[in-house]
């Protein structure tokens, strides 16, 4: 790990001196990115030169205490004694931040909250839980935007769908992703009888806005001339313009337009519309893929946690995880539960990289 340290504060400097240069402001793409990967390496660079200055203490303190006097050998092993204790903290500290970055780290969270088995019951849990993600959105200081409500009869929901921003969201909300089991007395229930119902949440990385880029490399342009009505400049001037896109295979044929140039600008709209299609076609399909592994098929029995109102108990299955303060974790209070799952992510990738 040591080894790679001096690379990545290699790497720091000069980020540091690209920022420094105003050229840079030019590119503001650029400037994003430099920008963004200066924020990822600053507490890397800091704890390492802390490290190397603990480290320099705890060897003159050595020196010293080989040359020390009786009355001069205590403070001096107390000075060493906590300068090993800070370095072992500090390489704990190094291990944990040069962990894999998860690529989604700052990124917005698109949220769909749906009641899945268990009829009115479960709509009026997914409400439950919208509320509960709400307040510990507003406990972080995050942005709550819904894109998307469907309540039910009784007032539950049949489907939310929200954005929600902030520099930790993705870090914080990513676990919550899988079907949410409550077993409690519905206010539907006459006999006082607790039901089993359950609810699915689904998180996604709010992905970068589609561009298209066109090479012109990437295009074979073909002209003719124009057939069927159009008047005297049929079949006089070659102003057909078909376009094809080698690296997706579609075709655009335009031939309405008198002028070549007209039918190639109209030509090129549609293709960069139709590009534009199948980009967020196949980042529709990749979510699609996220969403069953997430949701799976929202039954009872594919639960990732259950919420137990009589015992007042909240169960996170994928790490058995239990605390009894279900009311406080519903009223916003998440962060002794997401810090659990955080854990247990760092200690698997930690025990990959060893």
């Known amino acids: 790990m040591f080894d790679r340290l001096q690379a990545v504060e290699d790497e720091f400097v000069s980020l540091e001196s690209s920022l420094s240069d105003p050229e840079i402001g030019n590119d503001q793409a650029r400037l994003r990115e430099v920008t963004r990967r200066y924020k990822d390496l600053t507490p890397v660079v800091d704890c390492v030169r802390r490290y190397r200055a603990r480290t320099a203490d705890a060897e003159a303190a050595r020196e010293l205490l080989a040359m020390a006097t009786e009355d001069e050998r205590e403070p001096l092993k107390v000075e060493l004694s906590e300068a090993e204790a800070d370095l ?195 980042q529709n399909a990749a979510m699609s893929v996220e969403r069953r592994s997430q949701v799976g098929g929202g039954g009872r029995g594919e639960k990732i946690r259950t919420y137990n109102f009589k015992e007042n108990r909240l169960t996170d299955h994928r790490i058995g995880f239990t605390i009894y303060r279900l009311q406080d974790v519903l009223a916003g209070d998440l962060d002794e539960t997401v810090d659990a799952l955080a854990a247990d992510e760092r200690a698997k990738q930690l025990a990959g990289h060893t």
């Not at 949220?111 to 919208?130: H, P, Q, S, T």
């Not at 997706?248 to 140039?261: K, P």
């Open 88 to 282: 072992e903290s500090l390489a704990e500290e190094l291990r944990l931040l040069m962990l894999p970055k998860d690529p989604n780290d700052g990124r917005a969270v698109i949220m769909e909250i749906r009641g899945a088995e268990g009829g009115e019951e479960a709509n009026l849990f997914a409400g439950d839980l919208y509320d509960m993600y709400r307040a510990y959105a507003a406990s972080k200081g995050w942005t709550v935007e819904v894109l998307t409500e469907d309540r039910s009869d009784l007032g539950g929901l049949n489907l939310l769908v929200m954005e929600l921003r902030g520099d930790t969201v993705w870090s914080r909300l990513k676990f919550e992703g899988g079907t949410h089991r409550v077993q409690r007395v519905p206010v539907t229930e006459s006999q006082g009888r607790i039901h089993t119902s359950s609810a699915t949440v689904l998180v996604l990385a709010e992905a970068d806005e589609v561009e298209v880029e066109i090479d012109d490399k990437d295009l074979e342009v073909d002209v003719y001339r124009s057939s069927g009505a159009g008047g005297q400049h049929v079949n006089t001037t070659d102003s057909a313009v078909r376009i094809t896109h080698k690296p997706s295979g579609i075709v655009v044929t335009m031939q309405d337009e008198r002028s070549q140039l007209q039918n190639r600008a109209r030509a090129m709209t549609v293709l960069r519309a139709r590009l534009l299609q199948q980009a967020q076609d196949e």
